[in-house]
């Protein structure tokens, strides 16, 4: 059984996506029970209008609300009754084993690390979104409020990554590339030459060494390295490249009589095609290396993804992440050159 | 008139493409004298294959190529009768006003800082590419070799790209965007931070503030500044995303003799669509800041792309965007902080 705190009233189409969500959650696994956090009457109303097992889902009553312009340090602190501070308090205080939200990214960030804390040895948890490819996901590391990271910090993301690809996505030996300006050793920035004769040295690992951005959407790795800036940069491009040639593709098609006949009868193929490249079929961004799990799903999540987001809480509860992680920070902390941790917020100051 | 020394020996395509490109050059503008540099025979032998006026095309003799494998500080110390070489001595020696080239990034840039050479008070030579968007094209500035780039650089990019949109590409005022991870000022890494206040101060620029990287293909700035490796990561990426989706449609389309019919219809109208996001439509992409012009095309080059490049460089010269350059900066070095000039390769050591 595992028990997922899911935060009712964060994201675009809160609350009712995100109850929807649980809803299908709960009708898909047995074994899942929802904690749904968020103003009790709104929440109770909402959930009303659907039918599940009413054992697998309890509302939580949070009053207030974080909202997406809020300062995160700040709005963590104060709104100790907000859905995001109720919700990580579950994980911390083991009542839950996963917190999924849709709400203000920078909130879950700094309340990951405040409230729900990392894991013994982890320098500072990577938020890690799957990005569709040509051949299938690769899991994008680190797109989280680390920028400017160490090499030391990066060496652990691509740990942590391939565990994760490993084990909940069940890719067998995932190959793990740093990102780079070109595939030679000697290119890249002081960081990235910094980190890749680390990489290189972790056998634990199948680092096959630089990947190209252009290289990405091909599938070229299935754990992708890099620093938070660049990882933002990376995914949200994806989506404004992927968004902007759909609605072009789109208009081309409307131009002309002849096209348009031609659109009616490709339409039902290229949205089957559109949808193997649509980021909300593969769920949430896990933040990893913490005492529990944070997933992180699209502020425009609707319920699928919210769906497929608690969906994946159960695998990586199953596999136990979190112990691997541990076991593997544990076994080689040793050897890697830099074992100091410091943090933009101190772990447990909340 | 104006003389382009073309390299007819760099590219996946050359020499064919170059010299047909060349041609297509001078067939379409009076005003151009074009210096074809490579192995005279190799060269003299594809241009028998073409019509135009005689005295518009002369070929310089350059024994050796330039690899894209080779080290590029190497390959232009040591091969002093290659045709990067040979051909960026004719714009240092004032016989060609600007240099084209298909060949080894690594080799132009180091190149056109090593024998073309800054001009004075110009800290770093920018790679600008354009880049296609919904509303037209965008400048990416920079993509080149200048990775760990500080502050006092990206500010003086922003105001050669802003030269280069309003006089080469006809856009009045262009705004000015810097990349980040955020629309809020207190967002970014360090650089972005130190760079965002100094380029507020610029009243010479239409600074609009930040630019996250998924409102890039939406047109949301006319001169995107950023580092080198942010830089390469959205140029590549947006070439690799934009294959990627394409060749999915494509095949998407393939999937049953329905949507096959129906992709005869639509073909004519989605290629129009689609070769306006095209890259190699807008030519290709100026190393700016040089004595001179040094126009990198991509290595993939077909003859209407280095047509289109040569044409570039007949607007460059036109609208005297050099001095333009020269005017901005010394105006404006006195107002910058840092007026250090620290080069990873010294200017003129060769």
Redesign the interface.
Known sequence: MIKVAVDAMGGDYAPTEMVAGAVAAVNANKEIRILLVGQESVVSEELSRHTYPNDQIQVVNATEIIETGESPVHAIRKKKDSSIVVGMNLVKQKEADAFVSAGSSGAILVGGQVIVGRIKGVERPPLAPLIP??KGVSLLIDCGAN??ARPSHLVQFARMGSLYMEHVMGIKNPRVAI?N?GAEEEK???L?KETFPLLKECEDLNFTGSI???????GGADVIVCE???G??????????????????K???M??L??K??????????K???K??DASQYGGAPLLGLNGLVVKTHGNSKAVEVKNSILQCVTFKEQGINDKIRESLKSKNEGTPSGHTTMPIKNGQE
């Open positions: 490819t040509e920028v400017d990102v300006i890249g920035n002081a990235v190209e951005a252009r290289e990405i959407p091909h938070a800036f660049v933002n940069v990376i995914l949200k491009l994806y989506e404004g490249v992927g968004a902007t040639l759909i609605s072009k593709v208009s081309g098609m131009g002309s002849r096209s006949i031609g659109a009616l009868l490709v339409k039902p193929a290229l089957e095609t559109l193997s490249f």
